[in-house]
C-alpha cells in the first residue's frame, strides 16, 4: 500500500563503489523527484522527471545518474562514490510538475553512508 | 536565486500553547508554499498548501498563511500535543521546491 516506496532503506559502502537506489510509485503521477538532505538536514532537488523525461537537474555530479524506465519508478546509480555523498536521498512524486496544487508525496528515505 | 528561512530553528513549548513558526522567502514568483511535517527517521508529510493567489489554508488544528507581497508564511498549530513533536518545514514552488532549514519542534508533556 506504500504510495512511495524507495530501497533500500539504508546502504552502506565504500569509497569508489558504485551503487542504486530505486524507486517507485504507485500514485499514477506524472512527475518524480530526488532530493539529497545533508546531516544539517538542508533537503535540496536534484532531478525532477515528467512522464519519463528530464525536466528538472540541479547543479550535480555527472556521477549521478537517474534512470526512469517509466513514469512510476526513478532510479539514482551513483557511480565512484565519495565521502561526502553521505546523506538521506528521499525520492518524490506528485500529480503534475510546479503548478498552483502540486502537492508532493515523499518516500522513507535511503540513508547512504560512504567509509 | 530562492532562499528560505525558517525561525526559529528549534522550540520547546508546554502541551496546550499555540505554536507559531515563520518561514520567509526571497522571490515572490512563486505558484504555492506547502508545509511538511518531518519525524525522526523517516519521510516527509505534507500538511498545508497554499496556492500564490490564496491568502491561507487551514486543517483540523493547523492554519497557514501567505503574504507573498512580504515574502512571508508563518503555521500557527493551535493546542499543541507531545504528538505535535516534529520538525516542520517550509518549501516554495517557483518551478522547484527549494526548502527552508526547519524548525524543530519539542512539546512537553
Known amino acids: 500500500d506504500t504510495a512511495v516506496s524507495q530501497t533500500p532503506k539504508y546502504l552502506v559502502t565504500q569509497m569508489g563503489n558504485d551503487k542504486s537506489i530505486k524507486c517507485e510509485q504507485n500514485?499514477?503521477?506524472?512527475?518524480m523527484y530526488w532530493y539529497k538532505q545533508d546531516s544539517k538536514k538542508f533537503l535540496k532537488i536534484m532531478f525532477s522527471?515528467?512522464?519519463?523525461?528530464?525536466?528538472i537537474n540541479e547543479t550535480v555530479p555527472n556521477r549521478f545518474s537517474p534512470k526512469s524506465p517509466d513514469k512510476a519508478h526513478l532510479n539514482l546509480h551513483i557511480n565512484s562514490l565519495e565521502l561526502g555523498d553521505s546523506a538521506v536521498y528521499f525520492c518524490?512524486?506528485?500529480?503534475?510538475?510546479?503548478?498552483?496544487?502540486?502537492?508532493?508525496?515523499f518516500g522513507a528515505g535511503s540513508r547512504l553512508t560512504v567509509l | 536565486k530562492q532562499e528560505v528561512t525558517q525561525i526559529p530553528a528549534a522550540l520547546s513549548v508546554p502541551e496546550g500553547e499555540n505554536l507559531v513558526l515563520n518561514c520567509s522567502f526571497t522571490?515572490?514568483?512563486?505558484?504555492?508554499l506547502q508545509w511538511f511535517r518531518q519525524d525522526p527517521g523517516k519521510g516527509l508529510t505534507s500538511l498545508l498548501l497554499?496556492?500564490?493567489?490564496?491568502r491561507e489554508q487551514t486543517s483540523g488544528r493547523l492554519n497557514a498563511s501567505l503574504d507573498k507581497s512580504s515574502g512571508r508564511s508563518t503555521l500557527y498549530i493551535a493546542a499543541s500535543q507531545p504528538g505535535d513533536s516534529a520538525t516542520y518545514l517550509c518549501?516554495?514552488?517557483?518551478?522547484?521546491?527549494?526548502f527552508g532549514a526547519g524548525t524543530t519542534v519539542t512539546v512537553r508533556a
Open positions: 522527471y515528467n512522464n519519463k523525461e528530464l525536466i
Open positions: 518549501a516554495v514552488d517557483d518551478y522547484k521546491l527549494s
Open positions: 518524490a512524486s506528485s500529480q503534475f510538475g510546479s503548478s498552483g496544487a502540486n502537492v508532493l508525496t
Open positions: 522571490d515572490s514568483a512563486i505558484y504555492n
Open positions: 497554499i496556492q500564490s493567489s490564496q
Open positions: 500514485l499514477g503521477h506524472d512527475t
